[in-house]
């Protein structure tokens, strides 16, 4: 099998040093990124549908820099000013600094944890007399309200952004050997903006079991996977399947 050109579901790599960029050039790959899913903001006419008073929360809860952004988005729209005592409490110390973008970092209350909710929840119980907001996407993983619920915290979700699919009907006659997927969501906009595709000799790779669950609750075939034992990355998991089916 002779694989010559790969299709990779997200958005191109900023820097010039890309794993991907080495796989093209060890192998003579064309290498093509395009996001097959975007993020777009709650206008601020939908969230005020939803009743939710920010005045009412002590502490907001961000897990991505994206929560970050849309928080300060949508407090500015709806004209509230964010008060300067309000706790900040961060799933990691890079979306803290993150923070710097809208408030005085050294003036406020943050706290962050290594990098997942239940890092954070020592911390969380400790405020527990706090109201706080979780700002969050139509897609929140559920360890997140669970963890708050099991703990006993006062908190509330808001979906501030929504994950969409991007329309791709540019792509409609072009054909590539591997399609890389990352996210459940990829998967399902490459079935949304095609709905007759057949993948006859495509590969598809999968990162993540539940990106691979997604694909094959749809009816493809998963031909790459990732991570795997000895094989962490998906650009490792593209290099070994093509050396393995040369």
Known sequence: MNIKSI???QPEPKTQKSPYRDLAEKFKLKVDFRPFIHVEGVASQEFRQNRINLEEFTAVIFTSRMAVDHYF???SETRFAVPDDMKYFCISEAVAYYLQNYVVYRKRKIFFGKQSIVDLMDTIIKHKSEKFLVPCSDIQRKIIPDSLTKNEINFKNVVLYKTVCSDLSDLEDVKY?????????GIQSLVK?????EQNGTKIAAFGPTTAKAAKDLGLRIDIKAPMPGIPSMTMAIEDFIKTNK
Do not use: G
């Open 73 to 75: 988005r949508i407090a």
């Open 7 to 9: 299709l990779v579901s």
């Open 193 to 197: 903006n095609f709905p007759e595709f």
């Open 177 to 185: 050997d591997i399609l890389v997927f990352y996210s459940p969501s």
